[in-house]
């Protein structure tokens, strides 16, 4: 895919949903009198482009510029500098014909009136979307049928559950029949069902040509759904390739997945203390702690790994896989 | 079993006037559910009206010279009751998102935030106008007030006028307040004073002549007066005639309103600049 240097004529910005170049915003914090008193980059200047129908996915750590990015390109927020085109439209110029044409899904409990009705809720958005009063009547119920809230419609949004919500989030951002849709980390705080059927909606959305652009933590998330997927780290996009291309990036290492019991941190610096890692991270809170390990040398690793286990700490299963998109992910942010 | 590819497409609604309609509708639908879907609406629409109502006569009640004396109580009450209403509500209209967590998807919509913020001033007042309503059967039925109206059609449009009026000075405190996240601060503080300089209870001519100003510049001290004209055989008020106090409360509502739409504008790229409009 050609990646353009500068801002693209009309003709050639009508071959890419979104366009970004350069893009930079600066929040800054002012004292009393006026007077800035400190300043932070959210967005150092970052490029990249998703043709129509393309499913992108972005990527990247909390505070890394995902949300910033989103909201600068649903014309929520101004850029400090740069250019960003939605469909052809500026973002700066053209808000409300762009906000016409796109769809946005806030992630978690934000963005519903709770105290009244999913109906109410998308009669309400899509008047405020100016869609035709008829064709409304007919799409929300179909719409509710789709996300799977036919039956529950007349009841309060606060008795939803957090995986209704999210659906609900998804019908309130179609009710416009948008060409492009923003998704902030849609799967946040689901549990796997309900997550599973949000990825399922994504796909469909997708099959119908929709253009789509999905901000994630879950790195399976986007190597299943997402055709492209850019990496932002402190304001700037650091990677952006295919998941199989991105992949490639870590084929030189295996990757020993541990489920333990007992272990401390001391072991896992023990572990990183090893010439041979490359990279450990551990999860050590949970009820069954887990720590990977990223090693050139797989399963020869083992005699190490298990020579260094505390006294009454167990290993309880060991995988050696080969590396995910996340293993590419940790690289390219800690680097 | 309905799939995505079997929605109908989302056809917009054209024209200026059909769009703005739309939105005005909504936004109204929108804040008449969530009103009644709070059961504390009988607080500030049921009880504080009737005790305005109660305090007012008795401590009147001594001094009355008549049945048009209490109907000029009873119209000061029920303005009361319209401007606290309006106050109170239109002041949350929009900040009620921010503690929703809708803000962000309110300012997502392809309409300008006054659009959205007037249809819910206009509910919030229209409350207001049923709150004076219930002031007013109080009066009728619990103290005998006697409501015959020097002239009922001057007093119908002069309602209909007040009611626009505390409107787009709803709109225009939105503003304020969509800025500030003290709102309810600001809302507080301005019940009382405006009470006063309206003239809701006694006539503003009796105020400090530096606070005359301050009286003129509000559109509701002129609705009063109009209302009060039409309502009260012989009322001696301020200087105006009906009519001029018609035409003074107009220009100072279109004043409201200019101001009103130019300050969301002022806001809307406002927060678009500082990206923290959402946050509570």
Same mark, same amino acid.
């Given at each position: 895919?050609?990646?353009?240097?500068?801002?693209?004529?009309?003709?050639?910005?009508?071959?890419?949903?979104?366009?970004?170049?350069?893009?930079?915003?600066? +929040?800054?914090?002012?004292?009393?009198?006026?007077?800035?008193?400190?300043?932070?980059?959210?967005?150092?200047?970052?490029?990249?482009?998703?043709? +129509?129908?393309?499913?992108?996915?972005?990527?990247?750590?909390?505070?890394?510029?995902?949300?910033?990015?989103?909201?600068?390109?649903?014309?929520?927020?101004?850029?400090?500098?740069?250019? /960003?085109?939605?469909?052809?439209?500026?973002?700066?110029?053209?808000?409300?014909?762009?906000?016409?044409?796109?769809?946005?899904?806030?992630?978690?409990?934000?963005?519903?009136?709770?105290?009244?009705? /999913?109906?109410?809720?998308?009669?309400?958005?899509?008047?405020? +979307?100016?869609?035709?009063?008829?064709?409304?009547?007919?799409?929300?119920?179909?719409?509710?049928?789709?996300?799977?809230?036919?039956?529950?419609?007349?009841?309060?949004?606060?008795?939803?559950?957090?995986?209704?919500?999210?659906?609900?989030?998804?019908?309130?951002?179609?009710?416009?029949?948008?060409?492009?849709?923003?998704?902030?980390?849609?799967?946040?705080?689901?549990?796997? /069902?309900?997550?599973?059927?949000?990825?399922?909606?994504?796909?469909?959305?997708?099959?119908?040509?929709?253009?789509?652009?999905?901000?994630?933590?879950?790195?399976?998330?986007?190597?299943?759904?997402?055709?492209?997927?850019?990496?932002?780290?402190?304001?700037?996009?650091? /990677?952006?390739?295919?998941?199989?291309?991105?992949?490639?990036?870590?084929?030189?290492?295996?990757?020993?997945?541990?489920?333990?019991?007992?272990?401390?941190?001391?072991?896992?610096?023990?572990?990183?203390?090893?010439?041979?890692?490359?990279?450990?991270?551990?999860?050590?809170?949970?009820?069954?702690?887990?720590?990977?390990?990223?090693?050139?040398?797989?399963?020869?690793?083992?005699?190490?790994?298990?020579?260094?286990?505390?006294?009454?700490?167990?290993?309880?299963?060991?995988?050696?896989?080969?590396?995910?998109?996340?293993?590419?992910?940790?690289?390219?942010?800690?680097? | 079993?309905?799939?995505?590819?079997?929605?109908?497409?989302?056809? #917009?609604?054209?024209?200026?006037?059909?769009?703005?309609?739309?939105?005005?509708?909504?936004?109204?639908?929108?804040?008449?559910?969530?009103?009644?879907?709070?059961?504390?609406?009988?607080?500030?629409?049921?009880?504080?009206?009737?005790?305005?109502?109660?305090?007012?006569?008795?401590?009147?009640?001594?001094?009355?010279?008549?049945?048009?004396?209490?109907?000029?109580?009873?119209?000061?009450?029920?303005?009361?009751?319209?401007?606290?209403?309006?106050?109170?509500?239109?002041?949350?209209?929009?900040?009620?998102? #921010?503690?929703?967590?809708?803000?962000?998807?309110?300012?997502?919509?392809?309409?300008?935030?006054?659009?959205? =913020?007037?249809?819910?001033?206009?509910?919030?007042?229209?409350?207001?106008?049923?709150?004076?309503?219930?002031?007013?059967?109080?009066?009728?039925?619990?103290? #005998?007030?006697?409501?015959?109206?020097?002239?009922? =059609?001057?007093?119908?449009?002069?309602?209909?006028?007040?009611?626009?009026?505390?409107?787009?000075?709803?709109?225009?405190?939105?503003?304020?307040?969509?800025?500030?996240?003290?709102?309810?601060?600001?809302?507080?503080?301005?019940?009382?004073?405006?009470?006063?300089?309206?003239?809701?209870?006694?006539?503003?001519?009796?105020?400090?002549?530096?606070?005359?100003?301050?009286?003129?510049?509000?559109?509701?001290?002129?609705?009063?007066?109009?209302?009060?004209?039409?309502?009260?055989?012989?009322?001696?008020?301020?200087?105006?005639?009906?009519?001029?106090?018609?035409?003074?409360?107009?220009?100072?509502?279109?004043?409201?309103?200019?101001?009103?739409?130019?300050?969301?504008? #002022?806001?809307?790229?406002?927060?678009?600049?500082?990206?923290?409009?959402?946050?509570?």
């Amino acid at each position: 895919m050609q990646v353009l240097e500068q801002k693209p004529t009309d003709a050639e910005s009508r071959e890419w949903a979104v366009w970004v170049k350069g893009l930079t915003r600066e +929040y800054t914090t002012r004292n009393f009198f006026g007077g800035v008193t400190r300043s932070t980059w959210a967005l150092s200047g970052i490029d990249f482009q998703i043709a +129509y129908g393309e499913l992108f996915g972005l990527i990247g750590p909390n505070g890394a510029g995902k949300t910033t990015t989103i909201k600068i390109l649903t014309t929520l927020l101004t850029p400090t500098g740069g250019d /960003a085109l939605i469909l052809g439209l500026d973002v700066r110029k053209d808000l409300y014909e762009i906000r016409r044409r796109i769809g946005i899904v806030f992630g978690g409990e934000r963005g519903l009136y709770n105290r009244v009705s /999913a109906v109410d809720n998308l009669r309400y958005f899509s008047d405020l +979307y100016g869609v035709d009063p008829g064709v409304a009547r007919k799409r929300i119920p179909q719409l509710l049928e789709v996300v799977g809230l036919a039956g529950r419609e007349k009841e309060r949004v606060e008795k939803y559950s957090r995986g209704m919500k999210q659906r609900l989030h998804i019908a309130k951002a179609l009710v416009h029949d948008p060409e492009l849709i923003f998704l902030d980390e849609p799967t946040i705080g689901l549990d796997p /069902a309900g997550a599973r059927d949000i990825r399922n909606m994504v796909r469909d959305l997708k099959a119908q040509g929709k253009t789509i652009l999905l901000t994630t933590h879950y790195m399976f998330e986007a190597e299943e759904l997402c055709q492209r997927v850019g990496v932002i780290s402190k304001g700037k996009i650091v /990677a952006l390739d295919t998941p199989s291309e991105l992949k490639n990036m870590v084929r030189d290492i295996s990757v020993i997945d541990l489920k333990t019991y007992g272990a401390t941190m001391d072991y896992v610096e023990a572990l990183r203390a090893l010439p041979i890692v490359v990279r450990v991270v551990a999860d050590l809170e949970s009820e069954q702690q887990s720590i990977r390990i990223q090693t050139p040398l797989g399963a020869d690793l083992l005699p190490k790994v298990v020579a260094a286990l505390p006294e009454g700490a167990k290993i309880i299963d060991r995988t050696i896989k080969e590396p995910t998109l996340e293993d590419a992910y940790l690289r390219l942010v800690e680097e | 079993m309905v799939s995505m590819h079997d929605l109908p497409p989302g056809k #917009r609604v054209s024209g200026y006037f059909a769009q703005k309609a739309q939105v005005l509708k909504a936004s109204i639908f929108l804040t008449r559910k969530l009103f009644f879907a709070d059961p504390q609406w009988v607080i500030p629409n049921i009880i504080a009206p009737f005790v305005f109502t109660m305090v007012a006569f008795f401590l009147f009640q001594g001094q009355t010279s008549g049945s048009s004396f209490l109907l000029y109580l009873v119209l000061g009450s029920g303005l009361m009751g319209m401007w606290g209403t309006t106050i109170y509500a239109s002041a949350n209209s929009i900040g009620f998102d #921010r503690w929703n967590g809708t803000m962000e998807a309110t300012l997502a919509a392809p309409v300008p935030l006054s659009w959205i =913020a007037l249809g819910r001033v206009l509910f919030n007042t229209l409350q207001g106008v049923l709150n004076a309503v219930f002031i007013l059967v109080i009066g009728l039925a619990w103290f #005998r007030v006697g409501f015959s109206l020097v002239n009922p =059609a001057a007093f119908f449009l002069a309602s209909v006028a007040t009611f626009l009026s505390l409107s787009s000075f709803g709109l225009l405190l939105t503003t304020v307040l969509l800025l500030s996240r003290k709102g309810g601060f600001i809302t507080n503080s301005m019940e009382i004073p405006v009470y006063i300089a309206t003239g809701t209870m006694f006539p503003i001519i009796l105020l400090p002549i530096v606070y005359l100003p301050f009286a003129f510049m509000l559109a509701p001290t002129w609705g009063i007066e109009a209302i009060r004209i039409a309502a009260l055989p012989g009322y001696v008020g301020l200087p105006t005639t009906y009519w001029e106090d018609m035409v003074i409360m107009a220009a100072e509502t279109f004043a409201y309103l200019g101001l009103a739409f130019f300050l969301f504008k #002022r806001v809307e790229a406002y927060a678009k600049r500082i990206g923290t409009l959402e946050e509570y």
